[in-house]
């Protein structure tokens, strides 16, 4: 995380606290159309992304948010050229080690999210020292989505649900929703308040199909590399004055 001296580094007058979201997730898109419009290979645009990610975590930790998850990589982003993959991962790895040290001075705890077993060894490898070294941080709970799926993630909440069925220690009576949260990846995370897209895209493309039954959606066509704190605050603003009803009226 780089440090900024943004213009916006304290919550805004017109954001009430109590208002905000607890839990801000992101669906981090448009990174192509960024890069391509600049010229530059796509790749380029995932580069700035980065940044804009940096910047957004250190902000939601500025403005008192506590816990922010961003969909890195989709399940179904392995469709991608192969060159394109493997710079993702090999920029992932690069990162996380990076930015580890800067995570621990702000107290961040970092965790992931999805079928990791199959990233790359490496990556893996980065993950888990990551995650180890920052669980008992405190100040902000940062998830990152990686080869996550939505579908995938409730199929293999299933299964293992069914397993301990099939083993006689759980009556099927016995699911309920806490219970099958708790097989998901995102146990002992709240469901998000607020999710944002970038990009203008009206999909959630697989990302927390059972965690977002109730958040509250926003998108932007800003692309995800111009995503920037004044993109944030109008965000939130438009978030403050919705309603959550909850099926009530
Ligand atoms: C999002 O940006 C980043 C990832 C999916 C990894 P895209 O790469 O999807 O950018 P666009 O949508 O092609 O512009
Ligand atoms: C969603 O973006 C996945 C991530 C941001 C990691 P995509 O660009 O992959 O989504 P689609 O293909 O447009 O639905
Ligand atoms: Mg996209």
Redesign the pocket.
């Known amino acids: 995380m780089t440090t900024q001296h943004s213009e916006l580094q304290y919550l805004p007058a017109d954001l009430q606290q109590e208002l905000l979201p607890q839990h801000v997730a992101v669906i981090?898109?448009?990174?192509?159309?960024?890069a391509?419009r600049q010229g530059l290979p796509?790749i380029m645009?995932?580069k700035r992304?980065v940044d804009t990610l940096k910047d957004l975590l250190r902000c939601c930790k500025d403005w008192g948010i506590k816990a922010l998850t961003a969909?890195?990589?989709?399940t179904e982003?392995w469709k991608r050229p192969q060159e394109e993959v493997e710079f993702?991962m090999g920029l992932f790895q690069r990162v996380l080690r990076q930015e580890l040290r800067e995570m621990v001075e702000e107290n961040v705890q970092i965790q992931f999210v999805g079928n990791l077993k199959a990233l790359p060894t490496a990556l893996q490898a980065e993950i888990s020292r990551s995650m180890e070294t920052t669980k008992n941080n405190q100040s902000i709970k940062f998830t990152v989505a990686t080869n996550y799926g939505g579908r995938q993630e409730i199929l293999q909440a299933c299964r293992a649900i069914a397993q301990k069925v099939q083993a006689g220690v759980l009556k099927p009576e016995e699911i309920s929703e806490e219970l099958f949260e708790s097989h998901l990846y995102t146990a002992g995370i709240a469901d998000p308040d607020l999710l944002i897209r970038t990009?203008g895209?009206m999909r959630l493309s697989n990302f927390l199909l059972w965690q977002m039954a109730y958040g509250e959606i926003y998108i932007t066509d800003t692309?995800?590399p111009d995503f920037d704190r004044k993109e944030f605050h109008r965000a939130l603003c438009a978030y403050q004055q919705r309603e959550r009803r909850f099926g009530k009226i």
């Open positions: 981090m898109d448009g990174n192509g159309r960024w391509k796509r645009g995932h992304g969909y890195a990589f989709s982003n993702l990009s895209e692309l995800w």
